[in-house]
């Protein structure tokens, strides 16, 4: 927090140039911005006026609209009200926007093993971490145990692929 993060986007690259792949994505960003509000209001799903309101409050403060994230609705408790807050793409990078008090807090997923901050999807993409400095990866709010169960897979997966591939060569 505070320091200028180099994003090293593990899923790819975002610049000024927009690729053709990028279009359909686009176009859900024009659609959110356009219901931004509405949507966040029927996230909420409350007939709370105070809410509703903090809600608009939010939306108008912020100028990036949020993107819809692909992963879906993802949640967890406000630390300030203990209230939910929904996570956001802001221009930033992910937030949690909390419904009731309008705490904005920097999304933050940390690699269990190396005990450094994961950089996260660019806007838009899947809910999908990557550590910058070992293979692992992981969505928001996962336990240590599910992303050290992800990795043990990955490299049994890897370790399955060489040996058919030695037993094919072997055959061969
Ligand atoms: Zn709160
Ligand atoms: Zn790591």
């Known amino acids: 927090m505070g320091t200028a993060l180099t994003h090293k986007w593990c899923v ?3 610049n ?19 219901s931004r509000v509405a949507h966040l209001l029927r996230m909420a799903n409350t007939s709370d006026h105070q809410v509703r309101a903090r809600l608009i409050e939010y939306a108008d403060r912020t100028p990036e609209p949020p993107i819809m994230d692909q992963a879906g609705i993802v949640t967890t408790g406000c630390p300030r009200c203990r209230g939910t807050a929904w996570r956001r793409q802001d221009a930033e990078g992910p937030v949690w926007v909390c419904g009731s008090c309008g705490h ?3 999304v933050t997923v940390r690699c269990p093993h190396c005990g450094v901050d994961m950089e ?7 809910d999908r971490w ?12 996962e336990r240590a145990r599910d992303i050290e169960e992800r990795e043990r897979r990955r490299l049994r997966a890897v370790a399955l692929l060489g040996k058919a591939v030695a037993r094919s060569r072997a055959e061969g």
């Not at 927009?18 to 911005?33: G, I, K, R, T, Y």
């Not at 070992?134 to 709010?141: H, I, L, S, V």
């Open 120 to 126: 996260p999807p660019p806007p838009g993409a899947p």
């Open 12 to 14: 790819g690259p975002i």
């Open 104 to 106: 904005v807090a920097e």
């Open 16 to 34: 000024g140039a927009v690729d053709d792949s990028l279009l359909p994505a686009m176009n859900d960003f024009a659609d959110e911005a356009r």
């Open 130 to 141: 990557c550590c910058p400095t070992c293979p692992r990866t992981a969505a928001t709010g």
